[in-house]
């Protein structure tokens, strides 16, 4: 199909509307993410309409390749038929049914089987959710119930880091670490607090990337001192920091976290809800970074974001304690375990084993994509580092490369290059002083090479920008 079809989309009673149509009733109505909403107003969103493969279209008939699988969560692509039928099959035996009055189903016990075979031995129980936010608000509460059950009440303090991120609701919200959210609401609650990133191009000064990344490993250490190890519970942290800015700990910093979480006996949870399935060319990004993880948050990959399904997965450990010890286990969630959601997500373990796509992205697209974002901008000049795996990457910006210092407004340049490079037809993410991209795995070395190029061309149009304005 070509573009011009995609164009206009219409109501469910036929009638196409205009951009400007669609986009006069969102304001009216509507509360975007992370945006300041009346400044969204004046400009008007893009009315986004079709996807397919890597591609989005636009209501205006303009195609944009997609270098942030949506939200991080388009693993597969889209347009999957394979998922669609799946969910419509199982629309059509059992639309709906819930995980309490002592019930359960076949799509949703499937599920568990297939994921616990991908997990391993370590683990043994999962609760579903809808999201990667409800996963760490369950985290939260599973973890504080673990210790009860273990005759170890005081163990309630949950540690995360500065600039984590790991939802947007209270709980999640609070475990993450970034001081604009915890603006709004009073955040964190109490027993949350939080220690160093392993972010190095920021704050690593004179130390090398392996002697900082030790530092901030021991800043752990040093809280759980100053908190008293009876009295903490849990880590919380992102393998990879994403919304953070795509940071990627230096190597050294995962063995020395997990040393301090076993010497403590404190829990060690991955938040894997964008490292999951497949991203790092490994099914999940704990075994790219080599550390084991006594509780994993998932989302996003697990469906591709066809429907929201997240999880709560549990080493045995924890799981065999709640269930012999543990008694009524007090959470529950009208659609967790969701039929249709458990459905389209077996459906896309099958697209992700059959067309070998973690094989493919560790091996192949993985490497590529990572050569590509190299040699666009190793020499660039307002690049000072690049880093990244498999299918995620992202490039930092820098005054001066030599020092590392950082530009004061470098937020402002980062969108001014992602903004030019949605007008020139590909999505990327800015975040602080980083430039993002996380393709959909099935991308290929064409569609690669135009997504670096764009995003090539955007960072010289900021380039320029910077220089003209002296």
């Not at 992202?394 to 001066?400: E, L, R, S």
């Amino acid at each position: 199909m070509n573009a011009p079809e995609f164009a206009h989309a219409s109501t469910s009673s036929g009638k196409a509307r205009s951009t400007e149509d669609w986009q006069r009733s969102d304001a009216a109505h509507h509360l975007h993410a992370f945006v300041d909403q009346k400044a969204l107003n004046a400009e008007g969103p893009r009315v986004m309409v079709r996807g397919e493969g890597v591609y989005l279209w636009d209501n205006d008939g303009k195609r944009y390749i997609d270098g942030m699988s949506g939200l991080w969560c388009t693993n597969v692509g889209y347009g999957r038929a394979e998922l669609v039928e799946a969910a419509a099959r199982q629309m059509s035996t059992l639309s709906y049914y819930n995980m309490f009055f002592h019930t359960t189903h076949p799509a949703v016990i499937e599920l568990s089987e297939r994921l616990f075979a991908l997990l391993g031995d370590r683990f043994s129980h999962v609760v579903y959710t809808n999201s990667g936010s409800e996963s760490n608000e369950v985290l939260i509460r599973t973890v504080r119930r673990f210790w009860d059950v273990m005759g170890q009440p005081n163990k309630k303090i949950m540690i995360g880091r500065v600039n984590g991120y790991h939802g947007s609701t209270v709980g999640s919200a609070s475990l993450g670490g970034m001081a604009f959210m915890h603006e709004m609401g009073d955040l964190p609650i109490p027993n949350i607090t939080h220690v160093d990133e392993p972010y190095w191009y920021a704050n690593g000064g004179d130390l090398t990337p392996e002697a900082f990344g030790l530092q901030a490993a021991q800043s752990l250490e040093r809280k759980i001192l100053e908190l008293g190890a009876e009295n903490v519970a849990a880590f919380v942290a992102e393998p990879f920091q994403g919304a953070g800015g795509m940071i990627f700990p230096p190597e050294g910093y995962w063995p020395e976290i997990e040393r301090i979480c076993r010497k403590y006996d404190v829990l060690l949870c991955a938040d894997e809800v964008i490292g999951g399935f497949g991203r790092t060319g490994e099914w999940f990004a704990h075994r790219h970074f080599g550390f084991e993880p006594d509780l994993v948050s998932i989302a996003k990959g697990l469906t591709s974001g066809y429907v929201p399904m997240g999880g709560l997965v549990m080493s045995r450990r924890i799981g065999e304690a709640l269930v012999e010890r543990g008694g009524v286990y007090a959470h529950g969630l009208t659609y967790s375990g969701h039929p249709v959601a458990a459905a389209v997500a077996l459906a896309n373990l099958d697209v992700l084993e059959r067309e070998q796509l973690v094989a493919r992205t560790k091996e192949d697209i993985g490497p590529y994509l990572q050569r590509a974002l190299r040699e666009a901008f190793a020499d660039h000049p307002l690049i000072g580092e690049i880093q990244g795996v498999g299918a995620v990457g992202a490039i930092q910006f820098a005054k001066d490369k030599s020092t590392r210092e950082r530009y004061a407004n470098e937020a402002d340049l980062t969108w001014h290059s992602r903004t030019e490079g949605f007008e020139r037809g590909a999505i990327v993410r800015s975040t602080n002083g980083r430039l993002i991209v996380a393709p959909p795995l099935v991308i290929d070395h064409a569609q690669i090479d135009a997504l670096i190029g764009t995003m090539r061309d955007a960072v010289e149009a900021t380039w320029r920008h910077i220089q003209s304005a002296g």
